[in-house]
Nanobody, 122 residues
């Protein structure tokens, strides 16, 4: 079993910055990738960014150049620096751990955090 504990988020004016963090806890042997998704009211959940254990990253076009993902593999944490925030970034942001393997040999495809609200005012 894995717990993903998110922190950060909140209310910020357009042009401001926020930092989200997510820590995975449990008897984890490895995580192939960690990332952030978001869901705005009335919209489907969408990928924001993901980083693999090897350091490869992928960003949604809408956040390229503004958001930066980083990870500490040893601590199973992932951070998201969000700069130049826009009102359209307003959403609940969810941390994701993908392809999780445990010391007992078991495997789970995806875990999700509980979500943290990011609100950007114009």
């Amino acid at each position: 079993q894995v717990q993903l504990v998110e922190s950060g988020g909140g209310l910020v004016q357009a042009g401001g910055s926020l930092r989200l963090s997510c820590a995975a806890s449990g008897s984890i042997f490895s995580i192939n990738a960690m990332g952030w998704y978001r869901q705005a009211p009335g919209k489907q959940r969408e990928l924001v960014t993901v980083i693999t254990s090897g350091g490869s990253t992928n960003y949604a076009d809408s956040v390229k150049g503004r958001f930066t993902i980083s990870t500490d593999n040893a601590r199973n944490t992932v951070n998201l620096e969000m700069n130049n925030l826009k009102p359209e970034d307003t959403a609940v942001y969810y941390c994701n751990a993908h392809d999780v393997r445990f010391y007992d040999g078991t495997y789970v495809r995806d875990y999700w955090g509980q979500g943290t609200q990011v609100t950007v005012s114009s």
